[in-house]
């Protein structure tokens, strides 16, 4: 772990601590006790969100070269499980599921370049935040509407929200691809961009192209959309099983708001603290009491652990196997 990596993760512990002793943890781990198994359906909700993204990544791939399906959901799965459970900004998810990809299809035989799966990768990034920019415009519109925000905090929040948004845009420009692949390098894809040097004018080229197919960008920040509205079941059946049933408009804007505060609180592994931060916050403007919204923090935290540690033993076997093999070659193919 970088310095940066143990400064955030001890920042974060601190913080989900502050949350802890500020809280009445006996309501709290009451609600949660007598949830029981009913609270499987944020576990449910989540796995339904991981296969609509899996939709959107497959989208954006070549027709002659997308890697199957079913391989996609075990990327997104495997991505998850590293953003949210290891110290690595919470892009290293992003960075394992392309090499994924790229092994898949190397092993299969699918005329799929290392160039081009970086591509794809950066693409669906950049769909996933677009998607998230137009739910954080929505929500931050929504509370201003309501009166609990006034216009001006409103619009500086849909500002901060496009920051990231132009910044990765700003990054495909072919003029400054060639400093991004460098990143990109560092970020562990040199193992396939083969030439660090060579790869910003063919990844401006893959960028072009993507970007003509109007219509898969718009199925792939749909499927992203879909995802996240998937996602908002988390937070309405919880609360729904917690005895306090709130509308789906409520679960929206609490559900937003909770991805708003993990995204900017990316170097924070896990968004640890920050995430529970900006439940209270916005459950507390919904009128949703501080128990409950600890106990909706907590079993979000709960879903990470039971969808994310099996990710990281499906992340072992996947390498092993895919590394074990030698790829298809067009003969056998």
Not at 50 to 75: D, H, Q
Not at 198 to 215: C, E, I, N, P, T
Not at 265 to 278: D, K, M, R, V, Y
Request: aromatic share 10%; proline share 4%; hydrophobic share 55%.
């Amino acid at each position: 772990m970088k310095r940066r990596a143990v400064f955030g993760l001890i920042l974060g512990i601190a913080a989900f601590a502050a949350v802890l002793a500020t809280h009445n943890l006996t309501a709290v781990f009451g609600a949660l006790a007598g949830a029981g198994w009913q609270l499987s359906w944020v576990v449910i909700w989540r796995i339904l969100s991981i296969f609509a993204s899996a939709v959107s990544w497959w989208c954006l791939f070549p027709v002659s070269a997308k890697p199957p399906y079913p391989y996609l959901v075990l990327g997104r799965w495997i991505s998850e499980a590293v953003n949210h459970l290891l110290p690595v900004a919470q892009i290293g998810g992003d960075v394992v599921r392309a090499r994924l990809a790229y092994l898949v299809a190397q092993r299969r035989g699918l005329p799929l370049s290392g160039v081009a799966t970086a591509a794809v990768q950066v693409i669906d990034v950049t769909c996933g935040l677009s998607a998230q920019v137009i739910m954080v415009t929505i929500g931050f519109l929504l509370l201003w509407w309501r009166g609990n925000v006034a216009i001006g905090p409103a619009l500086t929040g849909i500002a901060i929200a496009f920051v990231p948004l132009v910044l990765l845009l700003v990054v495909q420009r072919r003029d400054v691809l060639k400093g991004a692949t460098g990143i990109l390098g560092k970020a562990g894809l040199q193992h396939f961009l083969q030439s660090i040097n060579a790869a910003g004018d063919h990844l401006a080229v893959q960028f072009s192209s993507l970007y003509r197919r109007k219509w898969v960008i718009a199925s792939a920040i749909g499927w992203h959309l879909t995802a996240s509205l998937l996602r908002v079941g988390e937070t309405w059946s919880a609360l729904w099983i917690f005895g306090h049933p709130i509308s789906l408009t409520d679960a929206l804007l609490v559900d937003i708001m909770a991805g708003a505060a993990r995204s900017v609180a990316f170097f924070i592994p896990g968004a640890l603290g920050a995430e529970e931060s900006g439940i209270l916050l916005i459950c507390g403007l919904v009128g949703i009491e501080p128990s409950l919204a600890l106990a909706l923090a907590l079993s979000k935290r709960a879903r990470d652990l039971v969808l994310g540690l099996p990710g990281l033993l499906a992340w072992l076997a996947a390498e092993r196997t895919f590394m074990a093999k030698p790829p298809v070659t067009g003969e056998q193919a």
